[in-house]
Nanobody, 123 residues
Framework: EVQLQASGGGLVQTGGSLRLSCAASGLTFDDYAIGWLRQVPGKEREVVSCISRSDNTKYYADSVKGRFTISDDNAKNQVYLQMNNLKPDDTAVYYC????????????????WGRGTQVTVSS
């Protein structure tokens, strides 16, 4: 059974940092790309970042380039999202999700989802 568990959210001030963690079980990073997606009430989920070992790809949305860094630890089966210089617009529920092999920019294509973690950035 595939399980994903996101953690690390919280309340920070503008300019602050958080590191989100996604603990994965029941899958290997060689077979699945892991994405970080976020959702604001009333808006569609968007892909913030994604990492794929299969084609050695790291993707970042334009809105987070230069501020967010995705990484993985194969030994721990965890994926991280380091978020620096946070802005109020980053406030959202963040999810980690898995898609077979490659990253995708389309949220519905992710096969497995974890429960979200709330990130709130105060101005």
């Amino acid at each position: 059974e595939v399980q994903l568990q996101a953690s690390g959210g919280g309340l920070v001030q503008t300019g602050g940092s958080l590191r989100l963690s996604c603990a994965a079980s029941g899958l290997t990073f060689d077979d699945y790309a892991i994405g970080w997606l976020r959702q604001v009430p009333g808006k569609e989920r968007e892909v913030v970042s994604c990492i794929s070992r299969s084609d050695n790809t790291k993707y970042y949305a334009d809105s987070v380039k230069g501020r967010f860094t995705i990484s993985d630890d194969n030994a721990k089966n965890q994926v991280y999202l380091q978020m620096n210089n946070l802005k109020p617009d980053d406030t959202a529920v963040y999810y980690c999700a898995a898609n077979a092999v490659f990253c995708t920019l389309f949220p519905p294509e992710y096969h497995y989802w974890g429960r979200g973690t709330q990130v709130t950035v105060s101005s």
